[in-house]
């Protein structure tokens, strides 16, 4: 399959595919959002490119990523972003199904991360490119399985942190606590100043007690269409500020 490059700086580049799913805002938006302990050990159900690992890897400290990702092509990929970029010591991703993900991965993690599909089965419109449909909708899995898994995997009040559209997140704080996985954190995703939400950042904790912070909603462009300053810094050094708290 063709496959495009892309810098990401100076020093950091990610191919893609011309043909498949190329990541976007909310992966970038993640990513500032996810904030590990230096020593921890992650797993990322859905690695599709790489990207989300990669960010990490340019901006913040951990020891170990785990990345699960169903597709075999996009596993390779994200391999080969990783080792283009010298992070295969950081990251190792693993073809597997995110449902096994406890018998793939037979450890306690310290933190959970997703970006998975948004779209019900036959909502909205279905793509053609059956790699795009399987990213976007839940073909493969669905937010309780997603959260399902993210339970089993997290030591007690470890992190599960998950990029997801507003319109569902009822089901996602459903899906959550359903599995003891209590929102702590959310950061709303507005396009211009004045402009609904359409995403949401979600941190939970497992095993925690109920107590859920938000703070001034995340705002990606001015009125001109021109990054705000908190979307720069979001780009270029992985900051996302979101007042988390310990537990």
Do not use: W
Not at 52 to 68: A, D, N, V
Not at 138 to 147: K, N, P, S, Y
Not at 150 to 177: P, T
Request: overall charge negative; charged content about 30%.
């Amino acid at each position: 399959m063709a496959k495009v490059l892309q810098e990401l700086d100076e020093s950091h580049r990610i191919y893609q595919f011309t043909e498949g799913f190329s990541f976007g805002t909310d992966a970038v938006l993640l990513s500032g959002f996810i904030t590990p302990k230096k020593n921890s050990v992650g797993v990322e159900f859905g690695s599709g490119t790489g990207i989300i690992p990669m960010l990490l890897c340019m901006h913040k400290e951990f020891q170990k990523i785990y990345s699960l990702e169903i597709q075999r092509d996009y596993a390779e990929l994200a391999r080969e972003n990783l080792s283009m970029n010298g992070f295969s010591d950081k990251v190792e991703v693993i073809e597997g199904d995110l449902k096994d993900a406890k018998s793939l991965l037979p450890f306690y993690a310290d933190f959970v991360f997703t970006n998975p599909p948004y779209m019900k089965k036959e909502s909205g419109r279905v793509n053609d490119n059956e790699k795009k449909r399987i990213a976007r909708h839940e073909i493969h899995c669905d937010i309780r399985d997603v959260c399902r898994s993210a339970g089993s995997l997290l030591q007690d009040k470890g992190d599960f942190y998950c990029v997801y559209r507003l319109a569902r997140m009822a089901e996602l704080f459903s899906a959550m606590r359903e599995f003891d996985l209590e929102p702590k954190n959310i950061v709303f995703v507005t396009p211009k100043p004045h402009s609904s939400p359409d995403l949401i950042l979600v941190r939970g904790v497992k095993g925690a007690n109920p107590e859920l912070k938000s703070r001034a909603p995340f705002v990606l462009q001015d009125e001109t269409g021109a990054r705000t300053e908190e979307t720069r810094l979001l780009y270029e050094k992985g900051i996302l500020e979101y007042g988390r708290d310990k537990g």
